[in-house]
C-alpha cells in the first residue's frame, strides 16, 4: 500500500513506546454529546499525554462548515485556532503498554487519505491495535447506565472478547473509512460505541464518557479514571430527571425505553472480569502490527 503524503504528516517527535495501542474519536456523525472525544481527552490529562505527530487541516477540510477561531491569549496576542487533528502518546506506568490517543475533528475531504495518516502513525509507533471510541443518538433511557457495544470484524478477537460483528447499515463516517483500510492492512480494530438518549443530545453527557472509558478500561486493563466521574454523572442524571418530571408524555415514554433496554441488555459489550488478559493473549498470537 502506497503511503500517505508525509507533508500533511509532521512529527514533533518519535518516542519510544511500548506495544501501543492506538485510541481513536472525532467530533462528528459519531460523536454525539461529544462524549466519545471528551473520553479520549480524559485519558490525555489522565496520563500526561504530550504532543508526538499533527495532520496539517489545509486539504482535509471545507473551512466554511469548520471554521478557524480566533481567540486572545494571556499576553493579549491573537491566535488563530485550525481544527486539529493532533496525535498524544501517554507512557501507561502501571502497564505494559502504552497510548498513542487522537481526539480530533473528522475532516470533510480526503478520508482515504486521512485515515491512510492514521495508519502510518499506527506503523510508526509500532502500534499492537487500535481503538475507536464512539457515540451515537438512540433509544437509551437516561435512568439507566448508557449502554456500550463492542464490535470487531475480526473472528478471532471478536470470539476472545464476546464482542458483536458490524451490523450498522448506511451512511458512514471516516470512521468507518479508517476501519477499513485497518482491516485491509490486517490491524486489530475494536469498535466501543455508546448510545446517547436522542431526547438529551446536546453536550457534555458526563454519563456517556463514563461508559465508554470504564468499558474502554474492562476491554484493555489501562486505568481510565471513570470513577471520577460519577458525581458530575449523578447530577446530569438529576437535572434530566427535574426536567422530565412535569411531562407526563415524557415519564410514559422513558419508561418505554427503560423496557426496551433491559430486553436488549444482552447485546451488550459483555462485564466479564477476564476480557483484558484475553486482549493481551490475543495480541501475543497476533504479533505487532507490521
Not at 502497564?95 to 485515515?115: K, M, N
Not at 463514563?210 to 454523572?233: K, M, N, Q, W, Y
Amino acid at each position: 500500500m502506497a503511503g500517505a503524503d508525509e507533508a500533511e504528516l509532521s512529527w514533533a517527535m518519535s518516542p519510544t513506546l511500548r506495544r501501543p495501542i492506538v485510541v481513536v474519536a472525532l467530533q462528528g456523525l459519531f460523536d454525539a454529546a461529544e462524549a466519545a472525544t471528551a473520553a479520549v481527552q480524559r485519558l490525555a490529562r489522565r496520563h500526561d499525554a504530550f504532543e508526538i505527530a499533527r495532520i496539517d487541516p489545509e486539504n482535509f477540510f471545507d473551512f466554511t462548515q469548520e471554521r478557524p477561531s480566533v481567540r486572545f491569549d494571556d499576553d493579549g496576542d491573537r491566535v488563530l485556532e485550525w481544527p486539529e487533528n493532533a496525535f498524544m502518546a501517554a507512557a501507561i506506568d502501571a502497564h505494559d503498554r502504552d497510548l498513542v490517543l487522537l481526539a480530533g475533528v473528522e475532516p470533510h475531504l480526503r478520508w482515504r487519505t486521512f485515515s491512510e495518516q492514521v495508519l502510518t502513525v499506527v506503523r510508526r509507533t509500532n502500534a499492537d491495535m487500535v481503538v475507536t471510541l464512539g457515540a451515537m443518538a438512540g433509544l437509551a433511557p437516561h435512568t439507566r447506565t448508557l449502554g456500550v457495544v463492542g464490535s470487531s470484524t475480526n473472528d478471532v478477537l471478536a470470539g476472545r472478547l464476546g464482542l458483536g460483528k458490524p451490523s450498522y447499515q448506511g451512511p458512514t463516517g471516516l470512521v468507518g473509512a479508517l476501519h477499513d483500510l485497518l482491516d485491509r492492512a490486517e490491524v486489530p480494530v475494536i469498535s466501543l460505541r455508546v448510545s446517547v438518549p436522542h431526547y438529551v443530545p446536546g453536550p457534555p453527557n458526563p454519563e456517556a464518557t463514563r461508559s465508554l472509558l470504564s468499558r474502554f478500561e474492562l476491554v484493555t486493563g489501562i486505568e481510565s479514571g471513570h470513577s471520577d466521574l460519577d458525581r458530575a454523572a449523578k447530577d446530569w442524571r438529576t437535572r434530566i430527571d427535574a426536567a422530565v418530571e412535569g411531562d407526563d408524555e415524557m415519564r410514559t415514554y422513558v419508561r418505554q425505553l427503560e423496557a426496551q433496554v433491559d430486553e436488549d441488555a444482552d447485546e451488550l459489550l459483555p462485564s466479564g472480569d477476564d476480557l483484558a488478559a484475553q486482549l493481551e493473549a490475543f495480541l501475543r498470537e497476533h504479533g505487532p502490527a507490521d
